[in-house]
Structures are given as structure tokens and as C-alpha cells.
């Protein structure tokens, strides 16, 4: 069974703070982890976003991840308008993200100020199902009536959300995951709801759900067990461990 993290969030050890601490985790510490855990790839967001803005903390990302890029997927941040490196031209900034290595596109909404609807988004968005680059998004930023959206008019754009709650039942994104198989859920802590995983599979199957660990606000054993002892079967659990991540990896168009 191969392990790739879809919920990880890393950078290097130099810090504009100057402070460490777990929300400032190190890549050595992650690659520490990933050796202990045997996971074998991992998405990663960074940690230097939370600090300066979008283009220069991508830029910072994808140097930071460069020397350990078979196992470190960069996840930079999508704006609708590109950035400015590529001003006004989104569908040029997505192709040079995919041609860099990364795995996903993160929206950080609330940062960059930004919404997920046609007349801000359209163009990146378009670019992103055109290369198949999936779209990470987390539940409490992005607007359900947005996503809706995205998920009927991109049908062929992964979508990937993360942050789930430790709750019971979810009654926006369950309707979701029934109507759009591209809408993809991160099975990551603090989603460990008492046989959660179980229900999920047998409502939806296993083809939309993948493993993050959450690190470092999580422990990233706490991931692995549990898929490891979900009541489902050896198939579901490969899936959600690294099979459905590496096909949407696999997925990305980097001509």
C-alpha cells in the first residue's frame, strides 16, 4: 500500500517571524515524519504563505521543495489573475505551475480576496480543468453555492477539499460528493468521526476520499489509523492511502 499525504504544509527553516514553533514547521521535520510513517509522497502547501504575499511565497515554495522534488509536491497559491508574473494572464501562470511540479492549486480566498464564481475566477479556473491541475479548497473559505458552481460548470476539474470538522454528519458537502464525482474530500484529522470513513465509503465508494495527515497541527500517525482500521475493504483503503491521489496526479497535463 503506498501512502501520499494530501494535507501537509511545509517550508524552510527561514521564517520572516523569526520565531518557529508548529506552525512553522520545517521540511526536514515533514521528510522526518514521511520516513517514520513510510509515506511516500506528500502535497504540500507553505508555509511561508502565511506571511508575505502569493507570488513571492510560490516562488519560495517551489525553491524550498526543488531539492527533494520526488517526494514533495508543491501546492502554490491560483489567483484569477495570475499573479504578477503573469498579469492578466491566468492560463499562462497555470501551464507554468504545471510545468514546475505541482500537484494542486490552493484558493486561499480570504487572503488574496477573491471569490470562486465566473466573473473573478472563470479564466483560472478554465485553465485549470484545461490541465487538469485539481483545485484545493477548504470547507469554511469557500462559499457551498460557489463550489456548486464550480463543480457543475468544471466538470472535468478536480476538486479538492480539505478541513473538514470533527462533526458527525456534513449536510453541504455529503449532497456534494453525491452529485459531482470530481469533488474530492481529504480524510485527514480533525475529520476522525467514530466510523466516519466506514459511512462515507459505503454511501459515496472510495474514489473521492484521500489521505492527509494535517501535519504539523495534527500528529500524522492519527491519519494512517485511521484508514488503517476502517471497517472497509483492502481495495477502499489503498485508494484512499495513495491509489486516488496518484491518479489524479497522474492526471496533470505538463506538455
Known amino acids: 500500500m503506498i501512502w501520499i499525504d494530501a494535507c501537509c504544509h511545509s517550508g524552510s527553516d527561514r521564517n520572516p517571524g523569526g520565531e518557529g514553533g508548529p506552525e512553522s514547521p520545517r521540511i526536514a521535520e515533514l521528510l522526518r515524519e514521511m520516513d517514520r510513517l513510510s509515506i511516500a509522497q506528500a502535497l504540500v502547501t507553505g508555509a511561508w504563505s502565511d506571511h508575505i504575499a502569493s507570488d513571492h511565497a510560490n516562488l519560495q515554495l517551489f525553491d524550498d521543495l526543488a531539492p ?45 480576496g477573491y471569490l470562486l464564481v465566473p466573473w473573478c475566477s472563470g479564466a483560472m479556473l478554465a485553465a485549470m480543468q484545461d490541465r487538469r491541475l485539481p483545485l484545493m479548497v477548504t470547507l469554511g473559505e469557500v462559499d457551498p453555492n460557489h463550489l456548486h458552481d464550480v463543480l457543475r460548470d468544471f466538470p472535468k476539474l478536480p476538486v479538492i477539499m480539505q478541513g473538514l470538522p470533527r462533526m458527525g454528519f456534513h449536510r453541504v458537502v455529503y449532497p456534494l460528493l453525491g452529485l459531482f464525482p470530481n ?73
Open 68 to 112: 527533494h522534488a520526488k517526494r514533495l509536491l508543491p501546492v502554490p497559491e491560483v489567483t484569477p489573475e495570475g499573479g504578477e508574473l503573469f498579469l492578466d494572464r491566468p492560463a499562462d501562470a497555470i501551464i507554468d505551475f504545471t510545468r514546475r511540479g505541482a500537484a494542486a492549486g490552493v484558493a486561499r480566498l480570504r487572503k488574496n
Open 183 to 255: 469533488l474530492h474530500v481529504v480524510l485527514a484529522v480533525p475529520h476522525s468521526v467514530h466510523l466516519g470513513i466506514d459511512y462515507l465509503v459505503q454511501r459515496f465508494g472510495a474514489r473521492q476520499f484521500l489521505f492527509g495527515t494535517n501535519f504539523p497541527r495534527s500528529e500524522p500517525g492519527a491519519g494512517i489509523v485511521g484508514v488503517m482500521y476502517a471497517g472497509i475493504s483492502d481495495e477502499a483503503k489503498s485508494l484512499i492511502a495513495g491509489g486516488n491521489a496518484q491518479r489524479l496526479l497522474n492526471e496533470v497535463r505538463r506538455d
